[in-house]
């Protein structure tokens, strides 16, 4: 459901102001955490209709408990945690800290959801939050409630860390490959300033002038493999795969990287090749093969974002 007009900002303007505040002086600088503020502030308007400073205390504090969750899901540790999760209740380690930090982040979240349920108005819905609220309140007298306050909560907390944090990741992945690939990074700053030029901002409707643009974002999504084993599923019924039986109630874990780096679809899958989406005309061409989001009814909420 689209938002009004008059209650949509446009984020990208005020991020590249940001950005060429610190870029200004010429000096190196860590972009890191310039790189996480801007998805995390991007995904909040979407969400709450909130933009962040960077020096907000509460924004740093979730960008803290983002980053180090991020980091301690990515240890060995955790890992293991994850395919045994019967046992996080009776182990020591690093899980517990990141159990703690979830709370926090869900409570922060709780409060805004709570904020906009009082003053929720269901003719005209802010933003993301109210509009799973205003389908609560369609389904109030149902017997059977598909959204409930808790629910919303949790979706919109999952939104908040795992879009700011894979964004970001990404993102900073992209400007280590074109450091290391500087003639991708000429042919792409060169149709930068053919399409849009040194004085404006970019617009969305550039996309489509830009296949080449359109080709490195996908082929850097491709090459970097974020997730390359998707979240565990569940078989809901007895199935027949290739002549094997999986039986209902098996665990299935889906490895996205099989089709990512299939060397018919993508040949020489090891080497970043923005050509890999482009035809012979130079045109942009998508690829059914490429599913980093993953595919199907529980394909990533945040592919349209991305």
Request: hydrophobic share 35%; aromatic share 12%.
């Amino acid at each position: 459901r689209p938002f009004p007009a008059s209650h949509h900002r446009e984020p990208l303007p005020v991020g590249i102001e940001e950005y060429s505040q610190v870029l200004h002086p010429g000096q190196p600088f860590d972009p890191t955490f310039l790189i996480g503020c801007a998805p995390c502030n991007v995904i909040a308007d979407i969400l709450f209709r909130k933009h962040f400073d960077y020096d907000d205390e509460k924004f740093l504090r979730l960008m803290y408990l983002f980053n180090e969750n991020f980091h301690l899901l990515s240890t060995p540790w955790l890992q293991l945690y994850n395919n045994f999760p019967s046992v996080l209740h009776y182990l020591p380690g690093s899980h517990r800290k990141v159990i703690k930090n979830v709370a926090e982040i869900k409570e922060y979240v709780s409060e805004r959801v709570k904020e906009h349920h009082q003053s929720l108005d269901p003719n005209c819905p802010r933003d993301l939050t109210d509009c799973l609220l205003v389908e609560m309140e369609k389904e109030k007298h149902s017997a059977e409630r598909l959204y409930t306050m808790d629910g919303i909560t949790v979706t919109v907390a999952d939104l908040f860390f795992a879009g700011t944090e894979t964004t970001s990741t990404t993102l900073r992945y992209g400007l280590l490959i074109l450091m290391k690939y500087p003639e991708i990074e000429e042919k792409l700053h060169e149709e930068i300033d053919r399409v849009i030029g040194p004085s404006r901002i970019p617009a969305i409707k550039d996309r489509q002038e830009m296949p080449y643009m359109d080709a490195v974002v996908h082929e850097v999504q491709r090459f970097i493999t974020l997730v390359p084993s998707n979240l565990p599923h569940e078989a809901t019924r007895d199935t027949i795969f290739r002549g094997y039986l999986i039986p209902k109630g098996t665990v299935v874990v889906p490895t996205l990287d099989s089709v990512l780096y299939d060397n018919q679809e993508f040949p020489d899958p090891e080497k970043f090749k923005p050509e890999h989406f482009l035809n012979e005309n130079g045109k942009f061409k998508y690829s059914d093969y490429f599913k980093p989001f993953s595919t199907g009814k529980r394909v990533c909420a945040g592919e349209g974002l991305a």
